[in-house]
């Protein structure tokens, strides 16, 4: 079993920064973990990657270059540093992690856990 818990999310101008943050908990191995948003009206998409034994990264092309995806081991936290905000950053944003021993990290279906979101919200 595996708690996923966001924190982080709030409001920022346009050209701003937040860092998200998701604690995990529980002593099941994680294979890669994510970062997925939301926003209303539209389908949930994958922002980035972070492949947990080997560290590495993947992004969206909409975020790349502007967001970095980030773990601290010891303290079993996964981390999204947002810079250079658009409003078309808003959405929902959900951290995810994935247990099975296969590195299959690309979609939504190949997570198990979900953390409960934390909201974004970029005004221009």
């Known amino acids: 079993q595996v708690q996923l818990v966001e924190s982080g999310g709030g409001s920022a101008q346009a050209g701003g920064s937040l860092r998200l943050s998701c604690a995990a908990s529980?002593?099941?191995?994680?294979?890669?973990m994510s970062w997925f948003r939301q926003a209303p009206g539209k389908e949930r998409e994958g922002v980035a990657i972070?492949?947990?034994?080997?560290?590495?990264?993947y992004y969206a092309d909409s975020v790349k270059g502007r967001f970095t995806i980030s773990q601290d081991r010891a303290k079993r936290t996964l981390y999204l540093q947002m810079n250079s905000l658009k409003p078309e950053d808003t959405a929902m944003y959900y951290c995810a992690a994935r247990t099975a021993s296969t590195t299959v990290c690309g979609d939504d279906f190949h997570y198990n856990y979900w953390g409960q979101g934390t909201q974004v919200t970029v005004s221009s």
């Open positions: 972070l492949y947990t034994g080997s560290g590495t990264t």
């Open positions: 529980g002593n099941t191995y994680v294979t890669c």
